[in-house]
């Protein structure tokens, strides 16, 4: 069941530049998409999320992008810092979350 | 207002022994979420319940697996005669609302199968 993709396993970047994580996801009847954060032996924690009837949410450092045609929504980061170090999950939602397999990000300093 | 609690959050069973797990929801959610996680891999949803309720159980695996969530008390994950193919972190979430609200997770609970 690989109805949301996240095919970058891992991504690095320099710290103070943006980091561009990526999701994909088959199923037109999602309706409502956000993004974890994941640090290990820790639960996953709520960032960011996006109605079907949006393009773009913004909070912060953070803003998500959502591009209903091309089945497509990406986290936008900056400027990245150490601290945001982590797996970054993004989940889409209808009745409940179906989640991507993760994207490591490594912010150097 | 406390988060989404889960206990124990290490677990070890013997091959063929039970493993519960329990999950109490942020105070005001009546809905509760199940996944899990293998190593090196995604979180798999599981299960949804509300209060009394299952509502999807699309993710169990058909046998050994079964969840409640009573009208007083955790939610509780049941194992029956666990296996090494267990060995895994479950995560639990709890929401308000159905469908488009943000779910908060607990800390997990690690079972290892030896």
């Known amino acids: 069941d690989q109805q949301v993709k996240q095919n970058s396993p891992s991504l690095s970047v320099q710290e103070g530049r943006i980091s561009i994580l990526n999701c994909d996801y088959t199923n037109s009847m999602f309706d409502y998409f956000l993004w974890y954060k994941k640090y290990p032996a820790e639960g996953p924690t709520f960032l960011i999320s996006i109605s079907s009837i949006k393009d773009k949410n913004e909070d912060g450092r953070f803003t998500v992008f959502l591009n209903k045609s091309a089945k497509h929504l990406s986290l936008h980061i900056v400027p990245s810092q150490p601290g945001d170090s982590a797996v970054y999950f993004c989940a889409a939602s209808q009745r409940h979350m179906r989640f991507g397999a993760g994207t490591r990000l490594t912010v150097k300093p | 207002n406390a988060g989404v609690m889960q206990n124990p959050r290490h677990l070890v069973r013997r091959r063929g022994q039970e493993a519960r797990l329990r999950c109490s929801p942020m105070k005001g959610h009546s809905h509760v979420y199940w996944y899990r996680q293998l190593p090196e891999e995604g979180l798999k949803f599981m299960v949804y319940?509300?209060?009394?309720?299952?509502?999807?159980e699309s993710g169990m695996p058909k046998e050994r697996f079964s969840a409640e969530f009573p009208k007083e008390g955790p939610s509780i994950l049941r194992i029956q005669q666990v296996v090494r193919g267990d060995s895994a972190a479950y995560f639990c979430?709890?929401?308000?609302?159905?469908?488009?609200?943000?779910?908060?997770f607990g800390q997990g609970t690690r079972l290892t199968v030896v």
């Open positions: 979430a709890s929401s308000p609302g159905r469908g488009n609200t943000e779910a908060f």
């Open positions: 319940l509300q209060k009394e309720n299952i509502i999807d």
